[in-house]
């Protein structure tokens, strides 16, 4: 079964560093757009930063500068670089990849999402 395990989460002051790291396992055929979304409580999930398989990335307005999406195809893994951080950057951080691989012996092409991973950024 393909999946996604995030680590790296952490409490942090403000303008501290963390790493975030998204790891695909499975059977994989190939891994289009990765992604970084988070959802604070109470608030919706929004997207944090992109990263497609050719290598572009876009960034939300509130972390331009700050967070630095990549990738390590080689290892299926996605990185999320994140610094000066904020109070306001709490939330639970999930990753997301576009996968196409073996599921229950399917082939299919779809969705997936980790399980999450908590940053807290004290003030």
């Known amino acids: 079964q393909v999946q996604l395990v995030e680590s790296g989460g952490g409490l942090v002051q403000a303008g501290g560093s963390l790493r975030l790291s998204c790891a695909a396992s499975?059977?994989?055929?190939?891994?289009?757009?990765m992604a970084w979304y988070r959802q604070a409580p109470g608030r919706q999930r929004e997207l944090v930063a992109g990263?497609?398989?050719?290598?572009?990335?876009n960034y939300a307005d509130s972390v331009k500068g700050r967070f630095t999406i990549s990738r390590d195809n080689a290892k299926n893994t996605l990185y999320l670089q994140m610094n000066s951080l904020k109070p306001d950057d709490t939330a639970v951080y999930y990753c997301n990849a576009q996968i196409l691989g073996y599921s229950s012996g399917t082939l299919v092409s779809r969705d997936y999402w980790g399980q999450g991973t908590q940053v807290t950024v004290s003030s």
């Open positions: 990263n497609t398989s050719g290598g572009r990335t």
């Open positions: 499975g059977t994989i055929l190939r891994i289009n757009t």
